[in-house]
Antibody, heavy 119, light 107 residues
Framework: EVKLVESGGGLVQPGGSLGLSCAAS????????MTWVRQGPGKGLEWVAN????????YYVDSVKGRFTISRDTAKNSLYLQMNSLRAEDTAVYYC????????????WGQGSLVTVSS | DIQMTQSPSSVSASVGDRVTITCRAS??????LAWYQQKPGKAPKVLIY???TLQSGVPSRFSGRGSGTDFTLSISRLQPEDFATYFC?????????FGGGTRVEIK
């Protein structure tokens, strides 16, 4: 079964840091682009970052550039998102997903991890 | 960045109705468009990609059309399990961007 499981969410103060992990199973992780997407409370979906299968290219939405870092560890079949200088507007459920550049779609998705930035 | 405008933002419909949702891109994206269904508290699930290709396992009552800047998602005979929120997403270029969503509610 293809599965993505996020972990690492929680409550953090403004200006703080938090790291998310996404464990992949059921597919050859090293062959796939990976993505982070977030969804603020009661809001729509926002793409956050993408990383190539070999980690050589990374892309970010402007609002997180310089603060968030996407990375991956093929040996551990894991995707990561390091979030620094967090702001209230970063509060969201963060999903990891596999991205297929041929079809352009995100599939599958993890169950999501809630990050709350508040004092 | 490519802006995706979805309409309507919500629609009330009955079981058996046909529902059509529209997504408009701010520039030509060819057929680089996907549609997702999201139920409360759950992750989105892909329904259609490359504008009109049905994802494996998705019922045939879902269909997608369009190219360039104008796209539609249609549900031909609404079923109880179809009441959810639907999003479009362009994959023509980074940043990937989503429409604002359409909530399909029970009339």
């Amino acid at each position: 079964e293809v599965k993505l499981v996020e972990s690492g969410g929680g409550l953090v103060q403004p200006g703080g840091s938090l790291g998310l992990s996404c464990a992949a199973s059921g597919f050859t992780f090293s062959n796939y682009w990976m993505t982070w997407v977030r969804q603020g409370p009661g809001k729509g979906l926002e793409w956050v970052a993408n990383i190539k299968p070999d980690g050589s290219e990374k892309y970010y939405v402007d609002s997180v550039k310089g603060r968030f870092t996407i990375s991956r560890d093929t040996a551990k079949n894991s995707l990561y998102l390091q979030m620094n200088s967090l702001r209230a507007e970063d509060t969201a459920v963060y999903y990891c997903a596999s991205y297929d550049p041929k079809s352009g779609c995100l599939d599958p998705w993890g169950q999501g991890s809630l990050v709350t930035v508040s004092s | 960045d490519i802006q995706m405008t979805q309409s309507p933002s919500s629609v009330s419909a009955s079981v058996g109705d046909r529902v059509t949702i529209t997504c408009r891109a701010s520039q030509d994206i060819s057929s680089s468009l996907a549609w997702y269904q999201q139920k409360p508290g759950k992750a989105p699930k892909v329904l259609i990609y490359t504008a009109s290709t049905l994802q494996s396992g998705v019922p045939s009552r879902f269909s997608g059309r369009g190219s360039g800047t104008d796209f539609t998602l249609s549900i031909s005979r609404l079923q109880p399990e179809d009441f959810a929120t639907y999003f479009c997403q362009q994959a023509n270029s980074f940043p990937l961007t989503f429409g604002g969503g359409t909530r399909v509610e029970i009339k």
